[in-house]
């Protein structure tokens, strides 16, 4: 079960399981009817829950590629702002000239986990999973693919599928990030289909750009339920109306209804601005909003 289902059936299964101790206290006769009032009552609440939900702080995290510009600048400086924001972790898009294990000294130091990364499936995939362990990812993604052809989406889909059960092998799932190009149809056929037909959901995971799937004509919830639980991430950007990018919560993506909707299954709400103007104030700006958004 997924999204709004699963709440509605673990909320309605503890009303239940209440209501039917009730009815050891004061009779079956009388309890039967408060079982049913109950389960009504259950499913009703099952569909809102607005205002109650939050974004634990232990899987808010930011995409670092957001941060590129500062990270070359001052590695050590960046980081270190992060970690007085609040981030305990961190995507990966690089390590900045630094070696794996150079890298993660700077992490350990400010007490952040680089909990997942992007790489590429096409190179040394021995070097990339090795790194990976180094710097204590916990998961992996392919941050971007495009083919002209469906054969092409296929093929892609086959060496995806073989890389993730390499990197299952050493503990580290793969998923795929996508971004608009793969919802508009070539012959008919979206590539996303195909991607995610062709890929063992036991192996390959999906990591959900809200902002991109938005712009490819995508509903985020019709999106997850579709593919939940292989959803286990969200890259959280927003858009104007015109489709400009923006911070969290200074567009209009519905991201309370997208969060209600979508809780089971995730793992991380990934913080991620592609050309920020100031990138800090970005990192600020979209982890107070994951802090203090209610759903």
């Known amino acids: 079960m997924c999204g709004e289902e699963a709440e509605q059936f673990h909320s309605r299964r503890a009303l239940l399981r209440g209501a ?14 408060s079982v049913a009032s109950a389960a009504t009552e259950a499913e009703t609440q099952g569909r809102g829950h607005h ?15 957001s941060l590129r ?19 305990r972790k ?59 052809t469906i054969d092409g989406w296929k093929q892609f889909a086959g060496r995806m599928d073989t890389a993730a059960r390499k990197f299952r092998q050493a503990g580290i799932p793969l998923g795929y990030h996508n971004h608009a190009h793969e919802f508009a149809p070539i012959d008919g056929v979206r590539p996303y289909d195909v991607l995610t037909r062709n890929t063992n959901p036991r192996y390959v995971h999906l990591e959900i750009d809200l902002f991109w799937a938005v712009e490819g004509g995508m509903d985020p919830v019709s999106l997850y339920r579709q593919h939940c639980p292989r959803v286990v991430q969200y890259h959280v950007k927003d858009r104007t109306a015109a489709g400009e990018m923006v911070d969290p919560g200074k567009g209009v993506i519905d991201f309370p209804r997208i969060f209600r909707h979508t809780r089971p299954h995730l793992a991380e709400y990934i913080v991620e601005h592609d050309n920020p103007t100031d990138p800090l104030s970005t990192a600020q700006t979209g982890f107070t909003y994951l802090r203090n958004v209610r759903f």
Do not use: C, M
Request: no cysteine.
């Open 20 to 33: 039917a101790t009730a009815a050891v206290a004061v009779g079956a006769a009388v309890a039967l009817p």
């Open 51 to 65: 205002g109650r939900g939050r974004v634990p702080v232990d899987k808010i995290s930011i995409q670092l590629y």
């Open 69 to 87: 510009t500062a990270l070359q600048a001052d590695l050590p400086g960046t980081l270190s702002a992060l970690a007085d924001i609040g981030y």
């Open 90 to 148: 961190v995507e990966l898009a690089g390590t900045y000239g630094r070696t794996a294990e150079e890298f993660r000294g700077l992490l350990d130091k400010n007490h952040i986990k680089a909990t997942s990364t992007h790489v590429g499936i096409d190179g040394d995939l021995d070097k990339t999973i090795a790194d990976a362990k180094i710097l204590g990812n916990t998961r992996a993604n392919v941050p971007w693919a495009n083919f002209d």
